[in-house]
């Protein structure tokens, strides 16, 4: 059964960074495709960035040179980066594991943690 379970949201404000993390149980982290999602209140979640098996990464054009996602399989955690954050940056963010042929298609969720861009 996939866990994940979201750390390290919180207040920042706008041009700061901040560092997300996803530790993962239940499954062989390292064949783990996975994504990081957020959903902005009112909105629809929408997918951020995701990282395949080999470790390659894919980014919607919004956060590229900004958000960046990795993953330490010896500490089955995923990462999101953050820097240079905007008030659209305000969102839940969710990891997820992902089909690898569909890197952005998931089949497990975490609970979400919140961000807040604010002056």
């Known amino acids: 059964q996939i866990q994940l379970v979201e750390s390290g949201g919180g207040s920042v404000q706008p041009g700061g960074s901040l560092t997300l993390s996803c530790a993962g149980s239940?499954?062989?982290?390292?064949?783990?495709?996975m994504a990081w999602f957020r959903q902005a209140p009112g909105k629809g979640r929408e997918e951020v960035a995701g990282?395949?098996?080999?470790?390659?990464?894919r980014y919607v054009d919004s956060v590229k040179g900004r958000l960046f996602i990795s993953k330490d399989n010896a500490q089955k955690t995923l990462y999101l980066q953050m820097n240079s954050l905007t008030f659209e940056d305000t969102a839940m963010y969710y990891c997820a594991a992902t089909l690898c042929s569909k890197i952005f298609t998931p089949i497990g969720w975490g609970q979400g943690t919140q961000v807040v861009v604010s002056s």
């Open positions: 990282i395949d098996d080999y470790g390659t990464t």
């Open positions: 239940g499954f062989i982290f390292s064949r783990m495709c």
